[in-house]
């Protein structure tokens, strides 16, 4: 007789990180109750024509998972894979990532369950405004600021904001961030997430002892995180020495061309082709022996079934959700340290929230100030989490949680529960 292996849901996953940190800290049931229940889960239909006249339906979801520290933050995902699960799960991520790094904001997320590559600049426009205009009562910058995610770009969040400025009848650029330079978006914020994934890499390789200049990096995924965590571990005298992205993983022991990989996949729109590397899979790009490897596709990449021969002595989670409670275990009991996704990916919403700000303030920073203040943010919290993990005795995950956790509950015991 064959047993059935039930699939654990990405929120699952999500709640029993939640679950570890909370056991360490001195939380009343009833509070803990309020944590893992959303505030709000939105679903709805998306009904749009297609460029031949064609009606079709798509469905649309925004989850807003906390308040208690500011507004809701958190991406809009268009891909076919996107469930209610998912969205929950990642507006979960987003309340510890925002509170981890100490932002004034709670979490939410976003997503419509369409394959955006096989859709026209047209058809992309016309459900970006439908679903827009599905959320206005419900979106604004003192309610909840979209951004872009997987599938979506600055164009398509450009056209959430004008929708919602037409409907509530005055601009407003600070509904979303990820925008546009010329309607408000921030300078530094496309390479904000990768940027902050190889800040805190190098922060733990010091703490590691690993020397930054001949470290081996391997990169999975290759977009908007993947390459510019890439560049910046190549800029830092890293030797990155394979890179991947959905056609495949490209191999190189003496390290690969980190610039001209980008320019090619720029030019070809993926890595397929590409030939300064040998081709492997993604599967066997997770076990290279290297000093640090950077997951930077899609949750659930590394698990049970492979994490005992991965090789790496640290992974800087640079997706939402790319490792298993289970093969997280595996890694502790080897000794392999893991910078968690809420910390390690913060960049991009940290950078987000200074746009925020300068779309309220109507000023806008220098580069070298966004990415200065970036530094700040991410190293400090950095330091404050690891110290946590040392004093404590736990993984860094453990205690990216326990501070989250604690800033989220002060706020929420401050403000006191309207029931």
């Known amino acids: 007789m064959i047993t059935a292996v039930r699939e654990v849901s990405v929120f699952g996953d999500a709640i029993a990180y939640f679950n ?29 024509q297609r460029d031949n006249g064609e009606l079709e339906v798509f469905t649309g979801y925004r989850v807003q998972y906390n308040f208690a520290r500011g507004p809701a933050k958190g991406g809009i995902r268009y891909h076919p894979g996107v ?14 990532k925002c509170a981890v790094v100490d932002l004034p904001f709670g979490g939410g997320k976003g997503g419509v369950t369409c394959d955006p590559s096989t859709l026209s600049q047209g058809e992309l426009e016309r459900i970006t405004r439908r679903y827009a205009a599905e959320l206005v009562e419900v979106v604004g910058p003192d309610k909840d600021v979209p951004a872009p995610d997987v599938g979506t770009t600055p164009q398509i969040m450009a056209w959430f904001m004008d929708t919602y400025s037409m409907h509530v009848r005055q601009h407003t650029p600070g509904v979303v961030t990820g925008k ?12 904000a997430t990768g940027r902050g994934v190889s800040l ?36 830092a005298g890293c030797s990155v020495v394979a890179v991947s992205d959905v056609t495949g993983a490209y191999y190189n022991e003496r390290g690969l061309d980190i610039a001209g990989a980008t320019a090619y996949a720029q030019e070809h729109h993926s890595l397929d082709g590409y030939r300064g590397g040998e081709r492997i899979t993604n599967e066997a790009l997770l076990e290279l022996p290297c000093d640090v490897l ?4 899609l ?29 997280d275990h595996i890694f502790t009991q080897r000794g392999i ?28 920073w220098k580069e070298s100030e966004v990415n200065e203040r970036l530094g700040d943010v991410m190293r400090e919290n950095f330091e404050r989490v690891s110290d946590l993990a040392q004093r404590r005795g736990v993984p860094l995950r453990t205690a990216a949680y326990m501070v989250a956790i604690d800033r989220v509950v002060q706020s929420m015991n401050t403000r006191g529960v309207y029931a």
């Open 180 to 191: 546009p330079l010329e309607i408000g978006g921030s300078r530094g914020r496309v390479e």
């Open 200 to 235: 805190v890499a190098l922060a733990q390789m010091e703490r590691m002892g690993l020397e930054h200049r001949g470290a081996r990096v391997v990169v999975q995924g290759f977009g908007n995180v993947g390459s510019i965590a890439a560049r910046m571990f190549s800029d």
């Open 299 to 327: 949750e659930k990449q590394l698990h049970v079934g492979n994490a005992a021969r991965v090789q790496a002595k640290l992974i800087v989670e640079g997706a939402n959700g790319p490792t298993t409670p289970d093969a």
């Open 337 to 364: 340290v893991v910078i968690p996704d809420i910390l390690a990916n913060a960049g991009g919403v940290t950078v987000s929230y200074f746009e925020w700000a300068q779309d309220r303030s109507g000023y806008f």
């Open 294 to 297: 950077v997951p930077a596709a």
């Open 83 to 96: 469930t209610l699960d998912e969205v929950t799960a990642l507006a979960f991520w987003m309340t510890w």
């Open 20 to 48: 570890e940190a909370a056991a360490l800290l001195d939380l009343n049931p009833g509070m803990r109750r309020l944590l893992t229940k959303p505030s709000r889960q939105i679903i709805f239909s998306i009904p749009f």
